[in-house]
């Protein structure tokens, strides 16, 4: 997904640069290394889905008529449908910005979980180490919330 239109080195640079901002003004105090930890993740959950936006959105080189256009060589042709352009990995993407916005909006237990366990790819002991829990609570709180992403996703897109 970021290779298409950006490297992943861009994202990293995008994630770092607004976090040194967000530091250097001293918007957003540091408490201690989870914090710190946390706010790394929240900032690239941010880049991620603008991300999405950028090159998703209403104007962005994956949007579906654009795309078309892009394909048959000219813009005055006629757009085909959603199906005739893979859609399914257009709603692929579309699942993914929704996933980063559905994180954003947790519950503060919950997303933190969330942010070691998917952005920082931790371990069930490494973040259960993080957040003072037992690694059994860690298996048993992700598997709740990936059963609540599951749920959201099935209700948003049935398909």
């Known amino acids: ?11 990293w640079s995008d994630i770092s640069t607004r ?23 929240q900032v690239a959950g941010r880049v991620l889905v603008d991300m999405l936006r950028r090159h998703y959105g209403e104007r962005g080189m994956g949007n579906l008529e654009t795309r078309a256009a892009v394909r048959s060589g000219d813009g005055a042709s006629e757009a085909p449908t959603a199906e005739a352009v893979e ?12 996933f980063h916005e559905w994180v ?10 969330c942010y070691l366990k998917f952005y920082s790819g931790m371990t069930d002991d490494e973040a259960a180490a993080i957040v003072i829990e ?9 598997a709740l919330i990936r059963v609540r992403i599951a749920e959201a996703a099935a209700e948003r897109w049935p398909d």
């Open 104 to 113: 954003a909006k947790l519950e503060e237990p919950a997303r933190e979980l």
């Open 19 to 41: 976090l040194w901002n967000m530091l250097r003004t001293g918007s957003v105090p540091l408490k201690d290394d989870r914090h710190l930890l946390n706010l790394t993740n």
């Open 1 to 11: 997904m970021a290779q298409r239109w950006e490297q992943t080195g861009d994202l």
């Open 134 to 142: 037992s690694a059994r609570n860690v298996r048993r709180d992700w």
């Open 87 to 98: 859609r399914d990995s257009v709603i692929d993407l579309m699942m993914c910005r929704e």
